[in-house]
Structures are given as C-alpha cells and as structure tokens.
C-alpha cells in the first residue's frame, strides 16, 4: 500500500488510479463529442457493416492480445483496477437513466445537448460500453487458460456478458420493429415503422377473428358531485362482481342478476350478444347503518350504450367500471410468398415466429374494446437475436456455476495477476 | 370454505406469526440454553410456515400468484427472511443474523398490518405468463438473501469499532451476496426472457429495468472488490451496506421516481 501511494501515476504497475483516469476520460470524451455534435441520436450503421467492424473489432482485440498479453498495460487492462472504475463509470451513466425520464422530450437545454433524455444512442455510452468490452474480451483470453473449472465459470460469466453487449450493440442496427393493423376478414401486408413510412411485407395477413375475454367489471362508490371514487386507506375500493352478494364500504350488495353482454329495452337490461352490448346487472344495495334498501340497474356502457348508475342517496352513487381484459387473441390467416397458408392464434405472451418475424399481439380498437374488428400486430425481426440469447444462456450458466461453487476458496488472493 | 375463509384472516395470521418470532428473538438473545434455543427455533419456523400458508391460500383465493402488489412483495419477503435467518442458524449457528432477520420480518409485516392489503383479483394479459412467478420469486429471494448480507455488513462495521477480529462473518457475507447474486442474475435474465416473449423486446430501459440494473452493478462492484481487495474487509462492507439501499429504492423508491411515471413495473398501492 505504502509503495502504491508514492507511485508516481502512469508508472508501472498500473493500478485503480489509472482505471479512474482512463474511465473519466472516456466519459469526458463522450460528452464532449455528444455536446459537439449538438445532442444528435447516434445510430450504428445496419448490415454488412456492422458484421464487418463487429469482426475487424474482435480480430484487433485478439492479434493484440497474442502479440502484446505480456505488456504491462495488457496486463493490467484484463485486471479489476481497470475494471471496477469502468463498470463504477458504466453505473454512473445508468444512474443519470434512472433519474432523468428516458426517450421524451426535454424541455433542459443541458439535457438535450448532452442526450440525456436518450442516453443508450450517445457517445459517453457507446464508448464505455466499447471500453467494457474490450476489458471483458481481454480478460476473458487470459483466463481460457489453463481450463480449469473456476476457469470454465468465469468464461460463462464473462465471455456471456461480452456476447451479449456485442451483439446487443451490433445488432441493434438490423432489429425491424412494425406495426400493422388488421381488419376482420381483409387481408394486409403493409406495415408502418417507428417513424410512420409503409413497409410491404413478404407475408400477408388476413384477420379471421378477434376476441377478448374479459374479467367481470368491478363495482365501486363515486360522489354524485364531483364524480370521484370513494377512498378509505383502509378498505377497498371496488370490488369484482364475481359473487352473489358482498360488502361495499357500509353497503350490503346483492346480485340479482348478471348480464355479460346486453342491451337496454325500455328500463330494463335483455342478454343480446351484438357489436355495443355491455354488461350489466340487477343488484339490491342495502344500507347498512339505516337499513334502506334500494335496488335497479347498473351498466359499465360502451360505444352505442349509456353507463347507468345507481343513486343510492343524495350523496353517492353505485356504478360499474369497463370490465378488464382478461386475455386477448387474433386468429389469423397468415400468407407466404411461396404460396402456404395456415391458421393461427396470436395472443399476448404467445407470439408466432414466421421466416425470422415474430409476430405480437399488440393492441386493438379501444374504443370499441371486446366488439373491436381491428387488431394490432406487431412484427419484429432482429437477425442478431440467436447470439444475444447464447450469451444470455452462458451468464445463466454462469449463475447457476457461482450459486454451486460460491466464491472462489482461496478468496482470490492466488489467482490475482 | 370457512375454513379458507379463517386462514384468509391477516389480522389473525400476521399478529401470530409476530408473536412467535419476537418470542423467538428473545429466547435466542437471552438464553444460552441449548433447549431454550431449540424452542427459539421451532417458534420461528412455525411462525414461517404459518404465513406461507396464508399466502398458499390467498393465492388460490384471488386466482392469482399474490405477487403483483408491494404489499403482496412483502409477505414473500418475510417468509423469505425469516427462512434464510433460519437456514443460516441451522447451517452456522449465527444467531445474531436469526434475530436481525426475524427483526426486519416482523417490521415487514407491520407494515403490511397498517396498510391492509386490497386483493384486486384482475391481473392484465401482459403479466399472465408462465415467466411471472419464477420471475418474482427468484427475485424475492435474491433481495432477502442480499438484504440478509447488508445486516451482516453493517454488523460487521459495527463490532469493527469495537476492535474485535472479524473473518468468519466476513466469509458469511461473501457466501450470502454469491448466492443472491446467483439468483439475481437470474431474475434479471428471466425477465428479459420474458420480456421478449410478451414485448417484443428484451430490454427497454424501463426505469424499473435500469434500477434493477444499477443494483446489479453494485454488487459486482462487490464481487470484484472483494476478490482484488480481499483484506480491505471495511471498504467492502461499506460497498454492501451502500449497495442495499440502491437495492431499497428499486424496490420501492422507483415507484416515486419522476423518471418511472407509467412503467410496467410498478407495484400497484
Ligand atoms: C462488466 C464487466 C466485467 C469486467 C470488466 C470484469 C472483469 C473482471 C476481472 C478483471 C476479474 C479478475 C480476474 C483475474 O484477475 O484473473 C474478474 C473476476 C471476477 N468476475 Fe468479473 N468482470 C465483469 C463482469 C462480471 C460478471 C457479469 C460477473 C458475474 C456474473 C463477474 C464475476 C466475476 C467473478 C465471480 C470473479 C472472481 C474470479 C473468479 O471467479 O475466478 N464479472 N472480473
């Protein structure tokens, strides 16, 4: 330690100090070539040249390992007193995305001329995140050898992050995100990007059905002034009208009848199963405190239908919220260039992988909800996925290792270079 | 039905859970007595196993993995806690960590005793996935195991001013922050699995996604430091202690954050 104080800096061996001088460069670097280039959002080049400077980077990253893994510098770049200020830098610029609301608009001319509202498309990022990868490619060759088990973990570990932020950055470039909406029985193959330009797509689409299931709609208190839901911290607010009879602040709700699609005739709700119907049900609302009893109609309403409350007194009033969905799905016909069509269901969390498209099940006519006829789907390709995953499955693997084998037993101290 | 009815008594099941592991943390304090302390720990884990009960039965209540909620978060937490101090005690007889987790147990569900819960049984399509539960837990468990680490750095800082040797707990505070980060890396891996599945995307940036990225990060700053450093004991206790309140606030401070106005990922109240 003694010796580590009177070292002048850049003398050999390098140590933490130099990672922190290194580190803090580069972020400086970073802002300044983002302040430079007045705040404007980087975007990599997409293929061939990403696949070509991806290869040309990791062919400069070997050669120079092999040529030069006995230099000092080397050495100490595949060491933690270059790593921890690097990964400590790397923190500081995921705690400005942590503070400062990502991917909107700033008002803050500081903001916007350092990108911070978007900082994973900045300089500072791009190049701590190179930094990071050319410690993690160093430090992974020196420990591929000797094989050894501990040495078969920290491969897992480290080469499984590398794989991951290299395809990461290399690939963002090439992932096509769109969305295309559908409507019943028309079939469609044009979709829109991000920034709203038509794509034709290899495959057609024609939507066979749309439907949602819906969970029963909650009931809840409002005041009949101001329209605001009833709040006590200590009780619930609303409840699902999955049962014949509960209790609702002082209130004693029976369920007379419960309709999940209908329409209004006259005063009263009918089952009908058309485009608007909504449900609705009969209750009896006893007051518990005075012991009134009224009961009539309520209805949650939709496009063609009228929400209908219940007044329960001059003060409050029983309504009926939109019922939730549960689960909504697309069966679609999907048409490819060679000729083949087949059937299938699209769902949320059950998406279907076509000629490297995924398919999605985004959204739908909200307004119209349950009796939507459009669907939106989303189409997203992103060729560099299968190395993404592979190194998402090493550092698993790598997780698995540490939880088995734990830290290392000599606590280190052997293996410290 | 009645009977679920009575085990879906908070009240009734947290109160009893309290009793037993203050109960407990007395015994293990006061008493040198081998029996005594066999007591401390049946009570303990009967109080455990009481609120994991509950928690079995209000998941086949509501239809729901009862995970969607901070409140909801909080019961696992205490089971989770008061299982590793447990564990810990029956692997190592430290029982000081035993009552350090039964302590932060008992205030989690203190808190949820002033804040009664209301089980929203609606659960949007998004989060209906086989991914939710391994998801959640694996999470659950890092944070307990993780938090179960902070109090042994903390402690650690502690008796250090008082001068005496420390190592042994040091070693116990490597062991636990290994393990929690194991199942760390995990959560944040499934969760980007997951988000593939259900988004389209595996990582957005979410605030809640970039905080659970920062916590991360500090424990592999532990990690490293400990294995470069592994004698600068202080230092190191110092990062876990720090490391466990950026911990806290992804858990419960994002939902404050200006930054994290409509995320997924928020907790709902
Ligand atoms: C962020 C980029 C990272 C860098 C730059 C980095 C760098 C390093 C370095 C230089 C060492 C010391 C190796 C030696 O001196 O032989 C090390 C050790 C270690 N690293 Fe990392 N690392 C990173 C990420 C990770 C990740 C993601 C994990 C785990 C998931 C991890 C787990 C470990 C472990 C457990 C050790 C102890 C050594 C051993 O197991 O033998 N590191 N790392």
New interface residues.
Partial sequence: MSNENSRKTWAHPWSYREGTIVTVAILLLGFALQAAGGGMVLRFSGFPWNLISGIVFLGILVSCYLWLKKHRAVKWLG???A??PA??G??FL??L??????DVVHQNSLVRIFGLSHL?QTWPFILINLYLMVLLGIVTLKRLTPFTLRNFGFFLNHFGLFLVLFS?ALGSSD?Q?LNMNCYENKSEWRASDRRGNIVELPLAIKLLDFSIEE?RP?VTIVDNKTGKILMD??????E?L?RDTFDLFEYHLEVDTFLATSGKVGESYFAVNEPGSSPSAMVKVTNSLNGTVISGWICSGSFVLQPEALKLNETYSLVMLPA?????SSEVSVLTNDGTSRIVMI?????FRINGW?I?QLSYNEEMGRWSDMSVL?F?RDPWLPA?YSG?FL??A???F??IF???KN???E??A | MEELKMWLNFPVVASFAIVLWLAATGLFLFSASKLLNRLAAGLSVTGTVALLVFVIMLWISIDRPPMRTLGETRLWYAIFLSGIGLISYFRWKYKWLVCYSLTLAVMFLSVNLNHPETYDKTLMPALQSPWFVPHVIVYIFAYALLGASSLVAIRILFVKQSGKAISGPVSMADNLVYLGFSFLTLGLLFGALWAKEAWGHYWTWDPKETWAFITWMFYLVYIHYRFRNPLAHNKAMMILAASFVILLICWFGVNYLPSAQNSVHIYTE
């Fill in positions: 060491s933690v007193k790593a921890l990964i400590l790397f923190t995921v705690l995305m942590g503070f400062v609301k990502q994973v990461t992932v995100t969970f909650k911290k200590n009780r619930q607010s609303f699902l999955d939730e969905p549960k689960k909504f769902e949320v969390n059950k998406p995924t999605y989303q997203v993404v998402i550092m698993m790598g997780a698995v540490l939880f734990g830290k290392p606590g280190g101290v293996n410290v």
